[in-house]
């Protein structure tokens, strides 16, 4: 029995009315009549079984169910949009599509991109991020970068850099909590920032204490975000004290938007790699940027670079990045 896939229109419904919470402007933006969006969401849950959106006061929100299969109709969506645009190019060698970590992709590979851009400007980028491991076992793009041993099948993997990490927060943080006494009494005085991903998956605070902190630590609070990508945001703003890694952190220290209070710093047993499937890992676009991403990004550049051009890598359990 062939399992059920939604209409392409009835997903499209749903992407647009969850990114709006209004069922007025995802009409206005598919060019549909809201009773046609209506309509699709209807049929959608009617063959889910599940409510996706509930309306309170007239306000439109997700229920839990609707949060959970959003992300995977998303990343659907923008798969589809790369295969359709690939297929459309008259030159689809000239695309070259390179999926990545989110916050790698913000803090690394964008900044340092219009480097690669100048150089072969033939040659078009499409990045594509997903926090979801298992997306980068499909072979829906030219190049990754990937984070774990470098071990995968069927794959070309080059080493970009290791890693080290350790706790980062704002100067005003800083200032507040004050520079004296202990480890653990100067972390008394903040509030924790943690990374959850997975329901099994935890962030790198408790290797880092168990090197760096010989007596319990009692935080002022915790607060917990997704992804390391908010979870750094939340710190440059002041909401705590986080764990940084240093190729994502790099440019924030360098400005000056965080500081690291401790000298500890924990080496990762991951790393950063630069990785293609093994049948596209020789085609011209893909060399291109392998060499310029190695020469770039990598741990061997020249190391009179700023900061912010990216250095490190990862942990030894794969973190959300």
Not at 61 to 68: F, G, I, Q
Not at 171 to 183: H, I, M, T
Not at 206 to 225: C, D, K, M, Q, T
Not at 258 to 266: E, G, I, Q
Request: glycine share 4%; proline share 6%.
């Amino acid at each position: 029995m062939r399992p059920y896939i939604p209409s392409l229109q009835s997903l499209l419904a749903f992407e647009a009315a969850s990114r709006h919470l209004s069922f007025t402007r995802a009409a206005q933006e598919l060019e549909l009549t809201q009773t046609a969006i209506s309509h699709q969401i209807k049929t959608l849950e009617d063959r889910l079984e599940v409510k996706l959106f509930v309306r309170r006061r007239n306000v439109l929100t997700l229920t839990p169910a609707a949060r959970e299969y959003l992300d995977s109709v998303h990343e659907a969506i923008n798969l589809l949009s790369i295969a359709t645009a690939h297929a459309r190019k008259k030159k689809p060698s000239t695309v070259l599509t390179v999926t990545c970590l989110p916050t790698y992709a913000v803090k690394c590979l964008i900044p340092a991109l219009p480097e690669f851009q100048r150089a072969h400007p033939d040659i078009t980028v499409h990045v594509a991020t997903s926090s979801t491991f298992n997306e980068f076992d499909r072979n829906s793009y030219d190049v990754a970068i990937r984070y774990g041993s470098g071990r995968w099948a069927s794959a070309r993997s080059d080493r970009l850099h290791g890693e080290e990490f350790f706790p980062v927060c704002s100067p005003a943080v800083l200032e507040e909590a004050g520079k004296f006494g202990s480890v653990a009494e100067v972390l008394a005085r903040m509030r924790q920032i943690r990374t959850y991903f997975y329901s099994m998956y935890q962030d790198d605070w408790p290797a880092w204490l168990e090197a760096a902190v010989h007596e319990p630590v009692e935080f002022a609070g915790e607060s917990v975000f997704h992804l390391q990508l908010t979870s750094l945001a939340a710190a440059v703003d002041g909401v705590g004290i986080a764990i940084g890694r240093t190729p994502l952190v790099n440019g924030d220290l360098a400005s000056g938007k965080l500081v690291a209070p401790f000298d500890v710093r924990v080496p990762s047993n991951s790393a950063y790699f630069v990785s293609s499937p093994t049948d596209k890992a020789r085609t011209k676009k893909v060399e291109a940027f392998r060499e310029w991403a190695l020469a770039r990004l990598g741990e061997n550049r020249d190391r009179g670079e700023t900061a912010a051009q990216c250095e490190a890598a990862s942990p030894s359990v794969p973190e959300p990045c």
